[in-house]
């Protein structure tokens, strides 16, 4: 049986943004990316649900173990944290989005 996903109001609006910021500049290869890569995290993350790589984090006085889905656009890589309830009837939630990596190119210094 396959979890249902929902996403939080946050995740919803940083996805948004992301969206809306890259198709204002143009960018529409990576908005197409991203959007195919966000579809495809969509079908495979169940399966993917005890290999991701965790972080734990205190919510309301509980510890929860957050996973981490990489989404590759191409010229950019976003991050997606997500929970997966212990519950098998509860559906996993799309916590945040942000872009992964560094966000600018940094010049070394020195000579």
Do not use: C
């Not at 966000?38 to 993350?45: P, S």
């Not at 976003?78 to 559906?91: H, I, K, M, S, T």
Request: proline content about 6%; charged content about 30%.
């Amino acid at each position: 049986m396959r979890r249902p996903i929902v996403a939080t109001p946050l995740y919803a609006r940083r996805l948004g943004e992301f969206l809306d910021e890259y198709a204002a500049r143009g960018a529409s290869r990576l908005v197409d990316r991203l959007a195919k890569s966000h579809q495809a995290m969509l079908e495979n993350l169940a399966e993917f649900e005890e290999l991701a790589p965790v972080r734990r984090r205190k919510v309301g006085g509980k510890t929860i173990t957050v996973r981490e889905y990489l989404l590759d656009a191409g010229a950019r890589e976003f991050l997606v944290l997500y929970w997966v309830p212990p519950a098998e009837a509860d559906p996993v939630i799309l916590l945040n989005l942000r872009i992964g990596g560094q966000n600018r190119y940094r010049w070394p210094r020195g000579g």
